[in-house]
């Protein structure tokens, strides 16, 4: 705890009540949608997931992550996504997000980038880590693990002198920030759905700034990180056909916390521009606990909104719940990577338009599941037709061949005076055979092998005997 903040003893942030209900039923979750009765028209165009070009043009900071982004042959739009959770991991904790409609947001966030294989995913990454190193010993990157490893990331042990001046070792919070990492998103999900994990409850509890640890009593064991001391950075991978197991958890809150950004990018030039160089950031100082201020206008939407949703007039998807808190915190994060404590208009506007490219890019998520679904379920339909085809023509081949033996066997006995006719030869086969196929192609059969002998309506005795 940084010298002169005061801790409370519990934080509810804003994105859990106030922002909307997480909890609620996950009327978008790819789990319950069901399955369309036609296929999904593949000629629509969706409208592209990327940033508009307007967008990269509108700060020097932006240009430059963009350059950064096409100079290696990458999507601007991921590299954006990496480089705001490298902002947010730098971001001391200690500075706190404005609380339009509540107790203060944080900077905590949730980045997933998603696309096809070979995209790209994770080398944008890279090209962030260029654009904006980080050397600082109490800020972590590294792979992430369980829920419990997330928490022990912050800690390590350390020499103290008891009460009695003995030295010891006990566990004390030696990191400040956690940028987490994970190549292959959909590992997350396997992780957290395992039984007993705890690990989508801690990060959507890190996310909203909440305490995390519990408190044991040997301090060689306690794992306690206090709201505001500490700060956690997610970016994870997505293939786009993966990712639908990430939304089927709307109901536990996980997918609501993430702002997606596509891997592809249609507006790559042929020729490389040049390397920009890194990033040069002049965090803003300020003191322990102090918010950064938000435009007057922001407030107000934002207010207006949960005020909408509280009285019942507007209601909200369950993807969307926390979309005004995901959209604070990266309005934030362009402010802090501009040095400023104070969130513009501006911010907010551009804050939107990351929104709107996350929930196009979130769109293709659900229409690959769609698609899915419907192509597994057609093909499971024709499987069931292929199999009732077959299991008719292997009736109705076992109804001809008795059919014709029975005829064949009538006719041998000689039971009829001369020849005997179509009408005699009809009693003696099955009344359920002849639902399934006819005397005629009964008598073609007999006739065929050479068991009967057909000359106008008199049916003769043949060479062959069944």
């Not at 004390?172 to 990492?181: D, E, I, N």
């Given at each position: 705890m940084v010298a002169g903040e005061v801790e409370p003893d519990h934080v509810l942030f804003a994105g859990e009540d106030e922002y909307g209900d997480y909890d609620a039923p996950a009327s978008r979750s790819t789990a319950a949608r069901p399955v369309p009765d036609t296929a999904p028209d593949e000629a629509a165009t969706p409208p592209p997931p990327n940033l508009p070009a307007s967008f990269w043009d509108e700060l020097p900071e932006l240009a430059q992550i963009r350059d950064a982004a096409h100079s290696t042959a990458r999507s601007a739009d991921a590299v954006l996504g990496a480089m705001l959770a490298r902002v947010s991991a730098i971001t001391p904790p200690t500075l706190r997000g404005p609380s339009p409609v509540g107790m203060p947001s944080t900077f905590d966030v949730c980045v997933a980038i998603v696309g096809s294989t070979g995209t790209?995913?994770?080398?944008?990454?890279?090209?962030?880590?260029?654009?904006?190193?980080?050397?600082?010993?109490?800020?972590?990157?590294?792979?992430?693990?369980?829920?419990?490893?997330?928490?022990?990331?912050?800690?390590?042990?350390?020499?103290?002198?008891?009460?009695?001046?003995?030295?010891?070792?006990?566990?004390?919070?030696?990191?400040?920030?956690?940028?987490?990492?994970?190549?292959?998103?959909?590992?997350?999900?396997?992780?957290?759905?395992?039984?007993?994990?705890?690990?989508?409850?801690?990060?959507?509890?890190?996310?909203?700034?909440?305490?995390?640890?519990?408190?044991?009593?040997?301090?060689?064991?306690?794992?306690?990180?206090?709201?505001?001391?500490?700060?956690?950075?997610?970016?994870?991978?997505?293939?786009?056909?993966?990712?639908?197991?990430?939304?089927?958890?709307?109901?536990?809150?996980?997918?609501?916390?993430?702002?997606?950004?596509?891997?592809?990018?249609?507006?790559?030039?042929?020729?490389?521009?040049?390397?920009?160089?890194?990033?040069?950031?002049?965090?803003?100082?300020?003191?322990?606990?102090?918010?950064?201020?938000?435009?007057?206008?922001?407030?107000?939407?934002?207010?207006?909104?949960?005020?909408?949703?509280?009285?019942?007039?507007?209601?909200?998807?369950?993807?969307?719940?926390?979309?005004?808190?995901?959209?604070?915190?990266?309005?934030?994060?362009?402010?802090?990577?501009?040095?400023?404590?104070?969130?513009?208009?501006?911010?907010?506007?551009?804050?939107g338009d990351v929104l709107d490219a996350s929930d196009r890019t979130r769109q293709r998520i659900v229409d690959a599941a769609q698609y899915r679904a419907f192509a597994s379920a057609r093909t499971r339909s024709a499987g069931v037709a292929s199999q009732a085809a077959y299991l008719d023509d292997s009736a109705s081949e076992r109804a001809l061949a008795s059919m014709a033996k029975a005829i064949a066997r009538h006719v041998h006995k000689g039971v009829c005076e001369g020849a005997c006719r179509r009408r005699c030869v009809s009693r003696s086969t099955s009344g359920k055979q002849r639902q399934i196929v006819t005397l005629d192609e009964a008598l073609d059969v007999a006739a065929a092998r050479g068991w009967i002998v057909i000359e106008a309506d008199a049916i003769t005795p043949g060479a062959g005997v069944p």
């Open positions: 790209g995913k994770s080398s944008a990454g890279d090209v962030a880590a260029a654009l904006l190193p980080i050397n600082d010993a109490q800020i972590l990157e590294a792979s992430l693990g369980s829920g419990e490893g997330l928490e022990e990331s912050y800690f390590g042990m350390v020499i103290e002198p008891d009460e009695n001046g003995k030295n010891q070792k006990v566990k004390r919070q030696v990191r400040r920030a956690f940028l987490a990492t994970l190549d292959e998103g959909q590992a997350l999900v396997e992780m957290g759905s395992r039984k007993g994990s705890t690990l989508l409850p801690t990060i959507r509890s890190a996310w909203s700034g909440q305490r995390l640890g519990k408190q044991n009593a040997s301090g060689e064991t306690t794992r306690q990180l206090a709201p505001a001391s500490y700060r956690l950075a997610l970016l994870a991978g997505f293939q786009t056909e993966l990712a639908t197991a990430l939304l089927d958890d709307a109901s536990g809150g996980t997918p609501q916390r993430f702002v997606y950004f596509a891997a592809a990018d249609p507006s790559i030039p042929d020729i490389a521009p040049p390397w920009p160089g890194p990033f040069n950031i002049q965090l803003p100082r300020h003191q322990a606990g102090e918010q950064v201020d938000l435009a007057g206008e922001v407030t107000a939407e934002i207010r207006g909104r949960s005020l909408a949703r509280s009285r019942g007039d507007i209601v909200i998807d369950t993807l969307d719940s926390h979309r005004d808190l995901s959209r604070l915190k990266i309005a934030g994060l362009f402010a802090v990577m501009a040095g400023r404590k104070n969130i513009t208009a501006d911010d907010w506007r551009r804050s």
